[in-house]
Nanobody
Framework: QVQLVESGGGLVQAGDSLRLSCAAS????????MGWFRQGPGKEREFVAR????????YYADSVKGRFTISRDNAKNTVYLQMNSLKPEDTAVYYC???????????????WGQGTQVTVSS
C-alpha cells in the first residue's frame, strides 16, 4: 500500500510557474514508478508525466513536453512536477499516482492521491 498526498496547486496567470509535490508513505518508494495525471473541467483524466523508480527514466505527454519537468527525491519519498510557461489549458486537478509498472493509461496505476487544483488565468 502507498499513500500519496499532493500539494502546491494554486491560481496563477498564464506564463507563470508552479511546482507540485507529492509525498508518499507506506511502502518502499524507490520501487514505484511515479506519475502525474490531470483532469480538466468536463474532461477525462489524462497522463502528464512519469518517472522510473531510480529517476533515470522520464516520459512526458506531448502537450507538456519542454514546459514541465518531473523529478523525485527518494530520500524524501517525494515526487515533483515543475510546471513552467503555464497556459489556461493546463487548468485541471493534478493527481499523483504510483505503480509498479510504467504506463500512460490510468487503469494500471493502483495508488492515487486526492488531487490538487491548478488554475491558470489568461
Amino acid at each position: 500500500q502507498v499513500q500519496l498526498v499532493e500539494s502546491g496547486g494554486g491560481l496563477v496567470q498564464a506564463g507563470d510557474s508552479l511546482r507540485l509535490s507529492c509525498a508518499a508513505s507506506g511502502s518502499i518508494f524507490s520501487r514505484y514508478t511515479m506519475g502525474w495525471f490531470r483532469q480538466g473541467p468536463g474532461k477525462e483524466r489524462e497522463f502528464v508525466a512519469r518517472i522510473s523508480g531510480s529517476g533515470g527514466g522520464v516520459y512526458y505527454a506531448d502537450s507538456v513536453k519542454g514546459r514541465f519537468t518531473i523529478s523525485r527525491d527518494n530520500a524524501k519519498n517525494t515526487v515533483y512536477l515543475q510546471m513552467n510557461s503555464l497556459k489556461p489549458e493546463d487548468t485541471a486537478v493534478y493527481y499523483c499516482a504510483a505503480s509498479l509498472v510504467s504506463a500512460v493509461i490510468t487503469s494500471v496505476w493502483p495508488y492515487w492521491g486526492q488531487g490538487t487544483q491548478v488554475t491558470v488565468s489568461s
